[in-house]
């Protein structure tokens, strides 16, 4: 087994209301930042061991599957590296 960590992004799916980033978007303007668009977003680092650098992909997907996203709302990317 080799030890990995597995960063998984979850954000809302286009079109999804974000107040926390439509509160962001609102002061970084306010502060004369100029913006296209702003998506809040969570991440998670999730170490573990597994076989192979997929199946330790295949795992962390299951647990955004599972816990870490509602598929109907949010989007995620999943990102394994070796530790």
């Known amino acids: 087994m080799t ?3 597995a960063v998984v992004t979850v954000r ?3 079109g999804v209301l974000d ?3 439509e ?3 609102t002061a970084l303007e ?3 930042f ?3 668009g702003l998506r ?3 991440r998670f680092e999730v170490d573990l061991e597994a076989d192979s650098h997929e199946a330790a992909a295949e795992r962390a997907g299951a647990m955004a599957e599972r816990l870490l996203a509602n598929p ?5 990317a999943i990102e394994v590296e070796a530790r």
Request: aromatic share 8%; proline share 4%.
């Open 12 to 14: 809302l799916k286009s």
């Open 23 to 25: 509160t962001t978007r």
């Open 72 to 76: 109907t709302i949010h989007d995620y």
């Open 34 to 36: 100029e913006l296209d």
């Open 3 to 5: 030890a990995y960590t």
């Open 30 to 32: 306010r502060l004369g």
């Open 40 to 42: 809040a977003a969570d």
């Open 19 to 21: 107040p926390e980033a």
